[in-house]
């Protein structure tokens, strides 16, 4: 449409694309209502076309920037960016899980991934336990890096760990994906 669409993410099994629509002006195209700057969007396909897209609702998406969302790969959960209150910085990285309800209330990753900067280009690999993530608020090459962090357990991770040279650069190096099946040799 004629507003800013990006930052898709597939579910495993191909039938649905979630995806941000950025509308500054309240826009956000035929029958879609926002929340706020930039929210999430899912489409489904049916037929062998996408549906009208459907905005996730005021659960996931709020009056601030939610966007670049990453599906993981048994399709229940939701990872994404977000400038919501009462994270750690300026874009925290956050979790929402899919239930017979909907959308459970997203979750902050927590101080160990999130940082006073910003977390963002989020993508949770399809091992389901490791996260990867651009930041400027670890030390880093440039302003914004690429991370890796490993799950431990339930929300809770390991040490983030710089993807280092050639993958980060003096210049803004902003997200990393896998394909299912791919080991961290495979990434675009």
Request: net charge negative; hydrophobic share 30%; glycine share 14%.
């Amino acid at each position: 449409t004629e507003v800013n669409e990006g930052g898709h993410a597939l579910t495993p099994d191909g039938q649905a694309m979630f995806f941000t629509i950025c509308d500054h002006y309240g826009f956000y195209g035929k029958g879609r209502m926002g929340h706020g700057s930039c929210d999430i969007f899912v489409t489904l396909l049916k037929n062998g076309k996408w549906s009208e897209a459907k905005n996730l609702g005021p659960k996931v998406n709020n009056r601030s920037h939610d966007a670049q969302p990453s599906m993981s790969s048994d399709g229940r959960t939701l990872y994404f960016s977000s400038t919501r209150g009462g994270g750690y910085g300026e874009n925290d990285i956050y979790m929402s899980r899919i239930t017979s309800k909907g959308w459970s209330t997203p979750v902050n990753l927590g101080g160990v991934i999130n940082t006073p900067g910003r977390e963002e280009g989020v993508f949770i690999h399809p091992d389901n336990q490791t996260l990867y993530f651009s930041s400027d608020g670890y030390e880093g090459f440039g302003s914004l890096d690429m991370f890796k962090a490993l799950s431990l357990a339930e929300n809770n991770w390991g040490d983030v760990e710089n993807l280092g040279y050639p993958l980060n650069s003096p210049e803004h190096d902003f997200g990393i994906i896998f394909e299912r099946g791919s080991d961290e040799r495979r990434g675009f």
